[in-house]
């Protein structure tokens, strides 16, 4: 019996098979990350949206590795750093 595994974006962006979900969920043509609770997204994929472009990633700095930004609606404190330009909330877009 194989072992579960999950579809994860490292660092630079590239797919990689991980055997623990991720606790961040995404969107790549937006290139914004948030929670997987998330009511912005959750919306989104009931009007039969996003779910073509979700991703996932492990922890939030390997999304704001992989050029993601925070979302303004799950992550304000977060997003607000990096509109700010905090160093450890990486760069506005």
Not at 28 to 53: F, H, S, T
Not at 77 to 82: F, G, I, K, P, T
């Amino acid at each position: 019996m194989s072992a579960r595994t999950w579809r994860l974006l490292d660092a630079g962006g590239s797919p990689y098979a991980s055997p623990v979900p991720g606790t961040l969920g995404g969107h790549r043509r937006g290139r914004v990350y948030g929670r997987l609770d998330c009511p912005a997204a959750l919306r989104a994929i009931a009007r039969g949206g996003y779910v073509r472009d979700r991703v996932f990633f492990a922890d939030a700095a390997t999304a704001r590795a992989a050029g993601y930004r925070p979302c303004a609606v799950c992550l304000p404190a977060e997003y607000a750093a990096w509109k700010r330009g905090d160093t450890a909330a990486g760069p506005p877009a």
